[in-house]
Structures are given as C-alpha cells and as structure tokens.
C-alpha cells in the first residue's frame, strides 16, 4: 500500500489528475479555514475523502487531534485497506500533521513509517501516537 503525505494546495491539484490507482483521503485543515475543496471523480479514482478539523500546536489536549478523530481515522484506513492502493494524507503545509497520521498508517499497514521522517517533516507525535494506537486496537 502506498501512503503519500501532501500539502492542502498538493491536495487540491491531486483531485484534478488522472490516478489509475483508486485512492482515499484524508484531509487535515485548520478549525478556523473552511475544508479544501477536494472531490472525487471516475479520472481521479479518488473512492472516498474524510475531512478532520484540528490544530497542529497542542495549547491544551482539545487542540490537537482527539482520541475520537483518531478513531474515526483508524475506522477509515480499516475500512478502505482491501479496497485502495493509495492512501493520501494531507494538512495544510504536509509538514507535521499529515506526517505524523501518515507514519502511524505507515507504521500499522507496511511497518515501516521511516518515510514519515524524512524530507524535512517534522511529524506531530500526539497525531502519530493516537492514530498509531487506534490502528493497533
């Protein structure tokens, strides 16, 4: 399985491209920005696209992402594993937040997340750890 992570403006332009594999996203944006307009086409072969608002920073533990959307995340890659041969993972820089979702993905369906740490990102650990031990349940 292939887990890619992305930018939002990375994101928004994959939408627009022919795929020949059949894709999920997940889409991480602000709480204070509206959702990218992402969508799902016979050309892209996007087959689904699940959104989740949280911050990056972790001012207090409601900031970041919840135990309950990392639930809802883990549920999704279950669900979707048999069906599609690409996971995208994208927030709005594809620093920290995408990465630290996508190396938890990494880690539970290839076992390995070294891509996750590399090129510059900076995974967010508290996104890494929730949907990591969601995925293991």
Do not use: W
């Not at 989740?52 to 135990?67: H, L, P, Q």
């Not at 620093?95 to 740490?117: C, H, L, P, Q, T």
Request: aromatic share 10%.
């Amino acid at each position: 399985m292939q887990i890619k992570i992305m930018s939002r403006e990375q994101a928004k332009k994959f939408c627009f491209q022919k795929h020949d594999e059949k894709s999920l996203i997940i889409s991480i944006y602000d709480p204070d920005k509206e959702p990218p307009n992402l969508f799902m086409t016979v050309q892209n072969n996007v087959k689904s696209i699940l959104y989740c608002s949280f911050f990056d920073e972790e001012k207090d533990k409601n900031d970041c992402i919840t135990f309950k959307q990392a639930q809802t995340i883990a549920d999704a890659v279950k669900s979707f594993s048999d069906y599609v041969e690409l996971i995208v993972v994208h927030c709005e820089a594809g620093i920290s937040r995408s990465a630290g979702v996508a190396g938890a993905i990494m880690k539970f369906i290839n076992g390995d997340d070294a891509e996750a740490f590399s090129n510059g990102r900076i995974p967010n650990m508290t996104c890494y750890r929730r949907v990591l031990e969601k995925l293991m349940e």
